[in-house]
Nanobody, 124 residues
Framework: VQLEESGGGEVQAGGSLRLSCVLS????????MAWFRQAPGQEREGVAN???????AYADSVKGRSTISKDIAKNTLYLQLNSLKPEDTGIYYC???????????????????WGQGTQVTVSS
C-alpha cells in the first residue's frame, strides 16, 4: 500500500484547507485510516481517524474544526480543516492499516503504511 498526500499550502489564520491522500491499492472498506501531523521539534500526533465502518474520531485540538472522510471508489482519504490556527502548522501525514486496535486509533505506532507528508503553514 502506498499513500500520497496533497493539498497542503500556506493560509492565513481562519482559512481552510482540504488535504487529500490517494492510496495505491484498492481499499476494500476494511482499512483503518488516519491523519497525523508533526510540528517542528514536536512528536507526531494524531489528528483524526476513520474506521472501516466510517466511524470517526478526532483529537481535541481539531474537534469541531475538521472533518475526515473517505471515498473508497477513488481510493482517497480527505481531511477538511477549517478555522485554521497558527498552531495547526506542521507536516500532515496520512496513514493506513488493515487493523488498528481501538486504543491505538490516534497513535502513530498503530499504523504500518504512511505517506510522505504535505506541509501546512498557517500564518497569523
Amino acid at each position: 500500500v502506498q499513500l500520497e498526500e496533497s493539498g497542503g499550502g500556506e493560509v492565513q489564520a481562519g482559512g481552510s484547507l482540504r488535504l487529500s491522500c490517494v492510496l495505491s491499492d484498492q481499499i476494500y472498506g476494511d482499512y483503518c485510516m488516519a491523519w497525523f501531523r508533526q510540528a517542528p521539534g514536536q512528536e507526531r500526533e494524531g489528528v483524526a481517524n476513520i474506521g472501516n465502518l466510517g466511524n470517526t474520531a478526532y483529537a481535541d485540538s481539531v474537534k469541531g474544526r475538521s472533518t475526515i472522510s473517505k471515498d473508497i471508489a477513488k481510493n482517497t482519504l480527505y481531511l477538511q480543516l477549517n478555522s485554521l490556527k497558527p498552531e495547526d502548522t506542521g507536516i500532515y501525514y496520512c496513514a493506513a492499516d488493515a487493523w488498528v486496535p481501538f486504543s491505538g486509533i490516534l497513535r502513530p505506532d498503530a499504523y504500518g503504511y504512511w505517506g510522505q507528508g504535505t506541509q501546512v503553514t498557517v500564518s497569523s
